[in-house]
């Protein structure tokens, strides 16, 4: 089991007349045992073998290498399986639509399966999670977790089928999604990621998808606590402006609130584990008097429909300019962060669009926010789109040539964030 | 003779005893009535803002439906007792108030006053105030039912029953707080007579035009730096470390021996006791003085205490303010 604290950081002086409450809430799962052996989990390898994973021939030696190192991290006990997509979806391994539990014996015969797998049809990604939703509902009690591995676009079935499916999706299990090469689409998988509360990234090497792989798995065999909400409670009268996870990436909650009740909703957050994320939320109030009170907001964690922690929001009304002017600094980072997110995902559209002076104006403005932020990685992604002639001003210039590659990656860690330096650390 | 429904209810809300109608305090304990149109409306027990019944109202005092924080009685507290008043207020910033003001009357001319400000790296800081404030009240409060009453030892005596209180006060141990802690400063006075006694950096000063003065001295590491010649009053007063006291009471007290002073002014006078949160603004004798010498002559010793707290608020008013101030006359001056 994991116990979880939560912390608001915010500047909680309003002026006179001010509406609008700012917070950073940063809540902190600290799991009591580090390996959880006894929660129960569940997981599902989703391995594309449309025809186009067969060429080059690497791309599917490299994914069947890469789910065997995945099947060789799941710990004994874990219910799992292994599902081969293309226009339509296949248990690969069981082959009897359920899950098996894993030991050597299990493992040994999953990639035995898998070494087998072959290459033919199109890309249906609907299908596949469709199967995946149906061999999980088995273990409703498990922590359920899958990995989507794709190389194209969902080709073989409506937009509509795909929505369908990750509607009934929803909720039931996380999946995080890999794109190997570049013919597919960003938007569609980070749109999957994003309704199953996983990530998505690039492989662009399929040499890079073992460690990539068991990277994942790892994560979701740390995970402890499965199905936590946070419970936001706002004040009549209240709107809820937004409510975003900023870190470790920028995920926009706002549209999943599940009302409770007529003041408080609840935003599912996946599975926890030794982790911390930030939460960054705007609420807008209606003013009061200078010198009173309001509790802006309470932001708990419900766990299995248990309260367990909570951090209040304030709003405090004065005329001191001193105090109502000041901005929080973790809300002022995430703040920064969440637009250099927006500057590179327009930016790049720009690029896309032949609009160079948009591109140009974006990505600079991108380059200046990732320098003042400190956020390296974000920069050296940067790099491989434009040439930074200035990154204090966000001069630059687009590249003529850009890799497909460099370009995918930046737009696929776009929302990945850098966390406030504490100080003195 | 009809009787009106509003006129049975009125009773202070303090000690309960009947009132008069337009009463603006209570005869008996000097609460002021009425101090604000929504503590009357939350006397019915509802959110003042909207109106929500008492038990939306949260333990944190927020109301669970519009969030508005209800004002608490501690915020705001004034007693009159004519030769005496004092006002203690939340100020602009706390979250509550952590001072304490205990005011008491005896017999003819026997006045007893105390402020205590809880210190707030403290746990249940505003408790450990109250309780020492009315410990050491009532300790004075019986001495000056003696005839022959010694003011300094009976000011021991009461800050010896203000530390015990303190030590009673409940708290749970949290890493980050220390043990319930509070500062005192007291003044028992009786025919012109007048003992102060202090642990801490609450104040006295003797406001009697050029012979206005501080009565006490901080224990406080200013203090200290300024006594041992290290530091000038305001380097001292300038350093982060300026409010830290040396002494105090609560468990981990280094002692609780009070310094005292004893007075017998023979002209009259204003005795003025506060907490740092007034002495801030103004921390020279000089400049209560100045103060106090703005308002007209006769000014009722309630008022005065309202100038000096509302003077506080409004330079910022960053920690909570409590004054008391006493009109002290000489025997054979009185020239009422």
Partial sequence: ?425 | MDMSSSETVLACGTCHAALLPGDRYCELCGTRIGTAPDEETRAGGGCTACGAPVEAIDGDRYCSRCGVRQRSPQDRQEIDLVVAAGVSDRGRLRRRNEDALHLQTVGESGVAVIVCDGISSSLSADLAARRAADAAGAVLAEALHGEQAVFAEATRNAVGAAQQAVLEVPWTSRSDRDFPSCTLVSAVCRDGELAIGWVGDSRAYWIAGDDSRKLTVDHSWAQEQVAAGLLSVQEAGADKRAHSITRWLGQDAPDDEPQIVTLRPTEPGRLVLCSDGLWNYTPDAAGIAAQLDALPPGTAAITAAHSLADAALAAGGHDNITVAVLNVTPPGRDDQ
């Fill in chain 1, 1 to 425: 089991m994991t116990t979880f604290t939560a912390e608001a950081y915010q500047n909680e002086y309003l002026p006179a007349g001010g509406g609008e409450v700012n917070a950073v809430v940063t809540v902190t799962g600290s799991a009591a045992v580090p390996a959880p052996t006894s929660t129960q989990a569940a997981e599902i390898i989703i391995v594309d073998v449309s025809g186009s994973m067969g060429s080059p021939r690497a791309k599917l030696t490299a994914a069947t290498r890469a789910t065997a190192v995945a099947i060789d991290c799941i710990r004994d006990g874990v219910m799992f399986g292994v599902i081969a997509g293309n226009d339509t979806a296949r248990a690969v391994y069981p082959q009897e639509g359920r899950l098996v539990a894993a030991s050597p014996q299990t493992r040994e015969d999953a990639k035995q399966a898998v070494a087998e797998l072959k290459t033919t049809g199109g890309t249906a990604i609907g299908r596949w999670l469709a199967l995946a939703d149906e061999l999980f509902a088995a273990t409703p009690e498990a922590i359920r977790h899958a990995i989507l591995l794709t190389d194209g676009r969902d080709e073989h079935e409506t937009p509509a089928e795909l929505e369908a499916v990750l509607t009934d999706c929803e909720g039931s299990f996380q999946c995080d999604c890999r794109g190997v090469g570049t013919d597919w689409e960003v938007q569609e998988l980070r749109r999957i990621a994003t309704t199953l509360l996983g990530t998505v990234d690039i492989v662009a090497e399929p040499a890079g998808l073992e460690a990539d792989f068991q990277a994942m798995i790892e994560r979701a065999m740390g995970k402890a606590t499965g199905d936590v909400s946070l419970r936001l409670w706002t004040p009549q009268g209240a709107t809820v402006a937004f409510l975003k996870q900023v870190a470790p990436t920028i995920e926009d909650l706002t549209s999943r609130a599940n009302p409770v009740d007529a003041l408080t909703a609840d935003y599912p957050t996946g599975a926890w584990g030794d982790e911390s994320r930030d939460y960054h939320l705007c609420v807008h109030v209606q003013p009061r008097a200078v010198g009173e009170e309001m509790l802006a907001g309470r932001v708990g964690l419900m766990v299995a429909g248990v309260a367990v922690s909570q951090a209040l929001i304030r709003a405090l009304w004065t005329d001191d300019e001193q105090l109502s002017t000041r901005i929080n600094r973790e809300v002022a980072h995430y703040t920064g962060q969440a637009e250099l997110a927006d500057a590179i995902q327009e930016g790049l559209e720009a690029r896309k669009q032949g609009d160079e002076h948009t591109a140009t104006f974006k990505l600079g403005r991108a380059v200046q926010l990732a320098a003042a932020a400190g956020n390296s990685d974000t920069m050296k992604l940067l790099a491989g789109v434009v040439d930074v002639q200035d990154q204090h001003t966000g001069t630059v210039r687009l590249k003529p040539r850009v890799q497909d590659a460099d370009e995918m990656a930046l737009d696929t860690r776009s929302t990945k964030t850098v966390r406030v330096k504490k100080p003195g650390s």
